[in-house]
């Protein structure tokens, strides 16, 4: 059951290009989900380089559940469930299993990279 606490609900607006459906945030950037609606709810991320959100698109009535970052704190380790703009990737995981909703296989890859990058700093380039 997914968290109630969420941020709340927006109607998702979505462009449809061949075949390919484009969902934008409440701050019209493109989500980087653009595959018709999966039969469960799955969380995605903006196509963007800092995020304030995470999204769930639900696969009824191209509904879309903000999630706050302060919702993943019961899901931190050793490390923070978030850092500035950046989620934890394992605490976005543990939120996703909790909730029973999936998680978009491309925005985990894109929180891992950003985590590394800005949390963890591991791969600055003198």
């Not at 018709?36 to 991320?45: E, G, H, I, S």
Request: proline share 6%; charged share 20%.
């Amino acid at each position: 059951m997914l968290d109630v606490r969420a941020v709340g609900f927006v109607r998702t607006y979505a462009q449809q290009f061949s075949g390919t459906s484009i969902y934008y945030s409440d701050r019209g950037c493109p989500l980087l989900w653009m595959l018709p609606l999966a039969d469960r709810p799955v969380l995605t991320v903006e196509n963007y380089c800092k995020w304030y959100t995470l999204y769930v698109l639900w696969p009824e009535d191209n509904i879309t559940s903000q999630v706050s970052f302060d919702l993943l704190e019961p899901y931190q380790g050793k490390e923070p469930a978030y850092c500035d703009h950046v989620p934890n990737p394992r605490a976005v995981e543990l939120y996703t299993e909790a909730q029973d909703i999936d998680l978009h296989s491309e925005a985990l890859e894109m929180i891992i990279g950003r985590w590394e990058l800005e949390y963890k700093n591991n791969y600055w380039i003198d």
